[in-house]
């Protein structure tokens, strides 16, 4: 198993699967000859003669500008970008800006900002399906023209009882026969405006009675009366997302087109729309081909954009960057790295079959990538008070601790040793059960770093309660010393001086949902909700965290990895947010 993430190029190079294997099939066979593509949106045929970014393999990453990317999208990332790269090609980054009434321009930064974060450039490539609405208007009015589209008045319920079930064919509508020039004269009416929203659709006309419900004369465009976030109120009507993606795909010489699954009954009609544009002379051969491959399918998350939305309108979580939320932007405040996804994407690899990824999956390899980057550091999450009885008040000495096992050339740090100090509350118990190493009365255990001690007892409240545990150390078993081993124990823990430690919020994340899938067999998915997902606790942390900058990462020896938190820490006054543990806490 690789210890070393690989860049995008190299994700997409490591294992073959049969998208490659269809890619070089059609490099081998020559089918798409080095294009000459101007970077400028417009018809294929306009580009002859421009010499810019010739490419063989181009693809695209098509996102919506109407929510934040999530977990899915980083393999669809990786994947597109991947594979562009791996052959020479190019991958463009374009927004299909069909649908005016739920973009904004805050998802269109965030999505360029994830693509960044995650090691990708689109370089000059970037669209908007917007910048074709004029090319999309004339290929619609061109169907009409040509008999393979009408304009259809039906009501949008009166469309779904005549479209026909998948085991009864649809039935024709009253204006399916309708000659041309009537429903080019219609469609120019809703182009200007004259019509309200929903009294008519412009429909392609290709087969009612086909066993694929997608060729049942799809809706092609409709009426929408609202300011477009680029286009403003220039056009009033507006493409499906089904009618808009082919033609996107073939104005930009897309090649390989990738879609997850459940896009695969779409194919048909891709194809029969790119034929028919081709057909009329508005679009150049050789046509882009779409090719499906299965979705992510996490385990323990949700990602549908209806859920995720639903999660941050009703406060479940603090907003699209909760480090809970399966958002990138989630994700990368939780101390996810770009390089771990990376990692994701190559180890699960692309199929035609749906499956379920278990999300500890994802959490082994941000593990592994956070294991080489991480300086080690000390925090204790839940003190108690260690006394030494015998070392002399007032003194101090300072431990060496290396700042990462693996990596000596990061040198070692000093860790103040004082009189009283910080320990975990669990490691000390009065009455031990076997196997237990730790602090009880006549045991001896190791203060990593430092000396051996054995413990004498401790001090309780009126309640009963532990407040502070006394202990003995032998002077001549300092690490790193001729002594060190002269007394053997089982038991090291670690421990912050209790005056130099600096207190500090930390964040204790864990999964958002508690079944591995949320709202299986109808059930509400919030019903599902992890309760535990969040935990903020005052923790004590050695002295060097205290300069430790937003987005900064590192292992606390023994609790896992953790990252400054990018939204609310401040100078000299860092909040901690768990990335993930040393190991899956889940397993069963």
């Given at each position: 198993m690789?210890?070393?993430?690989?860049?995008?190029?190299?994700?997409a190079?490591?294992?073959?699967?049969?998208?490659r294997?269809?890619?070089?099939a059609?490099?081998?066979?020559?089918?798409?000859?080095?294009?000459?593509?101007?970077?400028?949106?417009?018809?294929?045929?306009?580009?002859a003669?421009?010499?810019?970014?010739?490419?063989?393999?181009?693809?695209?990453?098509?996102p919506?500008?109407n929510?934040y990317?999530?977990?899915?999208?980083?393999?669809?990332?990786?994947l597109?970008?991947?594979?562009?790269?791996?052959?020479?090609?190019?991958?463009?980054?374009?927004?299909?800006?069909?649908?005016?009434?739920?973009?904004?321009?805050e998802?269109?930064?965030?999505?360029?900002?994830?693509?960044?974060?995650l090691?990708?450039?689109?370089?000059a490539?970037?669209?908007?399906?917007?910048?074709y609405?004029?090319?999309?208007?004339?290929?619609?009015?061109?169907l009409?023209?040509?008999?393979?589209?009408?304009?259809?008045?039906?009501s949008?319920?009166?469309?779904?009882?005549?479209?026909?079930?998948?085991?009864?064919?649809?039935?024709?509508?009253?204006?399916?026969?309708?000659?041309?020039?009537?429903?080019?004269?219609?469609?120019?009416?809703m182009?200007?405006?004259?019509?309200?929203?929903g009294?008519m659709?412009?429909?392609a006309?290709?087969?009612?009675?086909?066993?694929n419900?997608?060729l049942?004369?799809?809706?092609?465009?409709?009426?929408?009366?609202?300011?477009?976030?680029?286009?403003?109120?220039?056009?009033?009507?507006?493409?499906?997302?089904?009618?808009?993606?082919?033609?996107?795909?073939?104005?930009?010489?897309?090649?390989?087109?990738?879609?997850?699954?459940e896009?695969?009954?779409?194919?048909?009609?891709?194809?029969?729309?790119?034929g028919?544009?081709?057909?009329?002379?508005?679009?150049?051969?050789?046509?882009?081909q779409?090719?499906?491959?299965?979705?992510?399918?996490?385990g323990?998350?949700?990602?549908?954009?209806?859920?995720?939305?639903?999660?941050?309108?009703?406060?479940?979580?603090?907003?699209?960057?909760?480090?809970?939320?399966?958002?990138?932007?989630?994700?990368r405040?939780?101390?996810?790295?770009?390089?771990?996804?990376?990692l994701?994407?190559?180890?699960?690899g692309?199929?035609?079959?749906?499956?379920?990824?278990?999300?500890?999956?994802?959490e082994?390899?941000?593990?592994?990538?956070?294991?080489?980057?991480?300086?080690r550091?000390?925090?204790v999450?839940?003190?108690?008070k260690?006394?030494?009885?015998?070392?002399?008040e007032?003194?101090?000495?300072d431990?060496?601790?290396?700042?990462?096992?693996?990596?000596?050339?990061?040198?070692?740090?000093?860790?103040?040793?004082?009189r009283?100090?910080?320990i975990?509350?669990?490691?000390?118990?009065?009455?031990?059960?076997?196997g237990?190493?730790?602090?009880?009365?006549?045991?001896?255990?190791?203060?990593r770093?430092?000396?051996v001690?054995?413990?004498?007892?401790?001090?309780?409240?009126?309640?009963?309660?532990?407040?502070?545990?006394?202990?003995?150390?032998?002077?001549?078993?300092?690490?790193?010393?001729?002594?060190?081993?002269?007394v053997?124990?089982?038991?090291?823990?670690?421990w912050?001086?209790a005056?130099?430690?600096?207190?500090a919020?930390?964040r204790?994340?864990?999964?958002?949902?508690?079944?591995?899938?949320?709202?299986?067999?109808?059930?509400?998915?919030?019903?599902?909700?992890?309760?535990?997902?969040?935990?903020?606790?005052?923790a004590?942390?050695?002295?060097?965290?205290?300069?430790?900058?937003?987005?900064?990462?590192?292992?606390?020896?023994?609790?896992?990895?953790?990252?400054?938190?990018?939204?609310d820490?401040?100078?000299?006054?860092?909040?901690?947010?768990?990335a993930?543990?040393?190991?899956?806490?889940?397993?069963?």
């Open positions: 690789s210890k070393n993430p690989k860049s995008g190029a190299e994700t190079a490591s294992s073959s699967n049969f998208i294997s269809h890619i070089e059609d490099l081998a066979a020559g089918k798409y000859v080095t294009r000459n593509w101007s970077g400028k949106p417009g018809p294929a045929s306009s580009h003669g421009a010499a810019a970014d010739p490419a063989k393999v181009r693809t695209r990453f098509p919506e500008p929510g990317l999530h977990l899915g999208h980083a393999k669809s990332i990786c597109n970008f991947g594979l562009a790269q791996h052959y020479g090609g190019a991958c463009h980054l374009r927004f299909d800006d069909t649908n005016p009434e739920k973009e904004e321009q998802y269109v930064d965030s999505i360029r900002d994830a693509v960044q974060w090691g990708f450039d689109w370089g490539n970037g669209y908007f399906a917007s910048d609405f004029g090319f999309m208007y004339e290929a619609a009015e061109y009409i023209t040509s008999g393979n589209a009408y304009v259809d008045e039906q949008a319920e009166q469309m779904r009882a005549s479209r026909g079930t998948l085991t009864e064919p649809g039935k024709p509508g009253p204006w399916r026969e309708r000659p041309a020039a009537e429903s080019l004269g219609r469609f120019r009416e182009r200007e405006g004259k019509h309200a929203d009294t659709v412009l429909r006309k290709i087969d009612m009675a086909s066993p419900i997608n049942r004369d799809p809706a092609i465009y409709r009426i929408r009366k609202a300011t477009h976030h680029r286009t403003g109120d220039a056009w009033c009507i507006y493409p499906m997302y089904t009618f808009a993606h082919p033609i996107e795909d073939a104005l930009e010489n897309i090649t390989h087109s990738l879609c997850t699954l896009f695969a009954d779409q194919r048909p009609f891709y194809d029969w729309l790119l028919k544009l081709a057909d009329g002379g508005l679009l150049a051969r050789p046509l882009p779409q090719i499906e491959f299965a979705r992510l399918n996490l323990h998350v949700v990602l549908s954009k209806r859920k995720l939305i639903q999660l941050v309108d009703e406060k479940h979580v603090s907003g699209w960057d909760d480090p809970r939320l399966p958002t990138l932007a989630g994700a405040r939780r101390g996810y790295t770009a390089e771990g996804f990376r994701f994407a190559e180890r699960i692309v199929s035609k079959a749906d499956s379920w990824i278990d999300y500890s999956v994802l082994d390899c941000m593990r592994e990538h956070l294991n080489e980057i991480a300086e550091r000390i925090a999450l839940d003190p108690l260690l006394i030494i009885d015998n070392y002399p007032g003194r101090q000495e431990c060496f601790a290396p700042n990462h096992p693996q990596k000596p050339e990061l040198g070692k740090r000093a860790v103040p040793l004082t009283e100090l910080w975990e509350r669990e490691d000390f118990t009065e009455t031990p059960q076997k237990y190493f730790r602090l009880f009365p006549g045991n001896k255990v190791r203060l770093y430092g000396y001690v054995e413990c004498t007892g401790c001090d309780k409240d009126a309640a009963g309660n532990i407040t502070a545990v006394h202990c003995q150390y032998l002077p001549e078993t300092r690490s790193g010393t001729p002594g060190a081993e002269s053997k124990v089982k038991g090291n823990i670690h912050l001086s005056a130099q430690a600096r207190a919020e930390v204790l994340y864990d999964r958002l949902f508690k079944a591995a899938h949320p709202g299986s067999g109808g059930r509400d998915f919030l019903l599902d909700l992890n309760p535990d997902s969040a935990r903020n606790i005052t004590q942390l050695e002295p060097a965290l205290a300069t430790a900058k937003a987005g900064e990462r590192f292992q606390f020896e023994r609790h896992g990895y953790f990252v400054a938190d990018s939204r820490s401040s100078p000299g006054m860092p909040v901690f947010n768990r993930v543990t040393l190991r899956d806490s889940w397993v069963k």
